[in-house]
């Protein structure tokens, strides 16, 4: 992509739109950037931006560009449909997203992950096991560091391992990973599609520039990867290439397995993120044996089904990052022993009702919160014992009150924090010091 005295309009005062300004600056682009936001709560971006000299205009004046654009490149967060988008197509000969922007002035090949869970631990996963393999990895996308900014830092790499979202998937062109992972599909984001065959339509855009070579690491209830050569995995149905039984991973074909009964991350939710990275070990050249340490030692990331302890032979887990129905399923699918489980928040119209049966088969009690707390206990004590608890302190006292040896308390909500605490970091890490204050004691 030739940028040369090309003039580029950036939308977004966020981290992905600094990143593409500075990205596109350093190849000769005259840049600007626009967000619609409040002007005095852009104030520090103003001057953030001005630091590498580019211009932001702020509020209502962003939504008349005044001028016309070789390219202009938008934000994730930023939808086609609003007016600060509509208003730069008009005077846009390209109109791509940051993603898009940052694939075309790399040469380094990249791996991406998408579903609507699982991307960023089997995002960290992966970049773990490469670098533990031998090679250089670097994490990038919806994880946190945006891809433009790793390309502009020109650090030595083997391969860019990208978590990508349905929001940056929406404005690709050209972008075609080298290996794309499929970790799953469930609803989520109606508040952006206007229906669930939209949103899914987005994430199958990571699909859309394949070619000859490239792989699709597919979960095998989902049909997707269309013409791409593909690897399936799946923990809970027969006829994937990687399946688990008793612990153990197994690659069919093959005499291979890995004992996942090994590994720090907990469920068989996780052995399938294993299973995708096992999958990306043997089409990048690693063999098993020098990645086992990196994929046994790794530890989710936090409030990710991640483990807070094990006190009088209960294991307690944090799975605040739990906010919709398909992460709690998961949750509870993917656990083996007994669970005392911990759910609840903010009402958001979810239908809890239909993991009654999963419930009935996994749980032995559940400790209800929240706004939604007496919904559920209604809702689940034809099936076992409800209790509801008035804050996490609470919460987490029933929940070791109630379980015995070998059990787990599994904190997983199910919905978003925003009727107790600011998110799910902050309700993740009032659940850990409750735990960890009961067993202090």
Known sequence: MELKGKKVAVLGAGGSGFAAAALAISHGATVAAYDSGDVAKLALAVDRFAEIGVV?????????????????????????????????????????????????????????????????????????????????????????????????????????????????????????????????FAPDHLDRYDSLEDYRQAKLRIFENGGEGRLAI??????????????????????????????????????????????????????????????????????????????????????????????????????????????????????????VLIAGGKQKGLNFGQLTELVREKVKSVISIGEIADDIAKLWSPVVECRVASDLSEAARLAADEAERGDIVLFSPGTSSFDMFSGYEARGEAFKGAVNHLHDA
């Not at 208003?87 to 940051?98: K, L, P, Q």
């Not at 650090?155 to 990508?164: F, K």
């Open 56 to 184: 932001l205009t702020c509020g209502e004046e962003a939504l008349s560009p005044g001028q016309k654009f070789d390219v202009t490149v938008v934000s994730p967060g930023i939808d086609e449909r609003w007016p600060i988008a509509q208003a730069f197509i008009e005077v846009s000969d390209e109109f791509i997203g940051e993603i898009e922007l940052a694939y075309r002035l790399s040469d380094i090949p990249v791996i991406a992950i998408t579903g609507t869970n699982g991307k960023t631990t089997t995002t960290s996963l992966i970049t773990d096991m490469i670098n533990g393999g031998g090679k250089r990895a670097v994490a990038a996308g919806n994880i946190g560091r945006p891809y433009s900014d790793v390309v502009l830092s020109g650090e030595s790499s083997d391969w860019i391992v990208l978590e990508v979202s349905s929001f940056q998937l929406e404005t690709i062109c050209s972008f075609s990973p080298e290996v794309a992972v499929w970790m799953n």
């Open 218 to 339: 597919c979960k095998l209830e989902d049909s997707v990867g269309g013409d791409w050569q593909r690897e399936t995995f799946s923990s809970f149905s027969e006829g994937g290439d990687f399946r688990y039984e008793g612990g153990m991973i197994h690659h069919d074909g093959t005499d291979r397995r890995f004992d996942f009964s090994k590994a720090d991350l907990q469920g068989k939710h996780n052995a399938e993120n294993v299973m995708a990275a096992l999958a990306v070990a043997d089409h990048i050249g690693l063999e098993w044996s020098s990645i086992e340490e990196a994929v046994l030692s790794f530890k989710a990331p936090a409030h990710r089904c991640e483990k807070v302890g094990e006190f009088d032979g209960v294991l307690y887990l944090n799975d605040s990052k739990s906010t919709n129905l398909h992460s709690l399923e998961s949750a509870l699918a993917g656990q083996e022993n007994p669970i």
